[in-house]
């Protein structure tokens, strides 16, 4: 069975991989900011970080699964799109880009001592036969209200949505220095929350409520349930032998 990763994300391809997965990989292409907004303009108010972040995964997902963009040639299997927010005093933050940005990010959340971190997941089945599934709505599922900590997962026809969130607990004896000399290595700058806990920033988080893999950016026991609740397909079905 074949899996496409609509991302270009090395920390999901790498937990893929660890995972004995060997995904496809397919930039989706997906203006983030512009779908956020839209819906937000839709919807007359901000989202909610598990509105936010099933919104992009289901962009990203059927970016690639409609060919929206290119595939290395015809689909055969399913898609997986994901997007993750780090969310602090009712704050969502993205990727900071901006290296004072991200000084400022860890400021408050520290100040806050921690945050709970939204992982949202959307899987497309496009396997060429035997699938059996219908055509799921244009409309992404209402998940309705997730708690932090907690998970939702919805089957609508050939799609699966589903967000998974992990509340975070920071050091509280960091110190500007040490914040600095993170940011001057550039690893928070292009990842949600400015962190990361499969690399530098391992050592400032005391605590994980929640799946390790979702703060990673896929919640490896989410989607596995999403596959076999929704299509029928077992976790090592994707295994690459």
Do not use: N
Not at 5 to 31: C, E, F, K
């Amino acid at each position: 069975m074949r899996l496409y990763l609509a991302s270009t994300s090395p920390a999901r391809r790498a937990l893929l991989a660890q995972s004995g997965i060997d995904p496809v990989l397919v930039s989706p292409g997906v203006d983030e900011d512009a779908v956020a907004l839209a819906e937000q303009e839709r919807l007359g108010r901000p989202l909610t970080g598990p509105e936010l972040v099933a919104l992009l995964a289901v962009a990203k997902a059927r970016a690639v699964a409609d060919g929206t963009v290119a595939a290395d040639g015809p689909l055969d299997g399913v898609v997986f799109g994901g997007d993750s927010a780090f969310e602090v005093d009712g704050q969502l933050y993205g990727k900071p880009h901006d290296p004072a940005v991200a000084r400022e990010r860890w400021r408050s959340m520290l100040a806050a001592g921690g945050g709970t971190l939204w992982s949202g997941h959307c899987v497309i089945d496009r396997r060429s036969t035997g699938s059996g599934t219908s055509a799921g709505s244009d409309a992404v599922p209402s998940l309705g209200a997730v708690a932090p900590g907690g998970s939702a997962l919805v089957v609508d026809g050939d799609h699966v949505v589903a967000v998974d969130s992990a509340v975070l607990t920071f050091a509280d004896d960091l110190t500007p220095e040490e914040i600095d000399a993170y940011v001057a290595t550039g690893e928070p700058l292009e990842v949600a929350g400015a962190f990361t806990i499969d690399g530098r920033a391992a050592a400032y988080i005391t605590r994980i409520d929640g799946a390790p893999s979702a703060v990673v950016g896929l919640s490896l026991p989410v989607l596995r349930s999403m596959l076999l609740r929704g299509f029928g397909i077992a976790w090592h079905d994707l295994w690459s032998l």
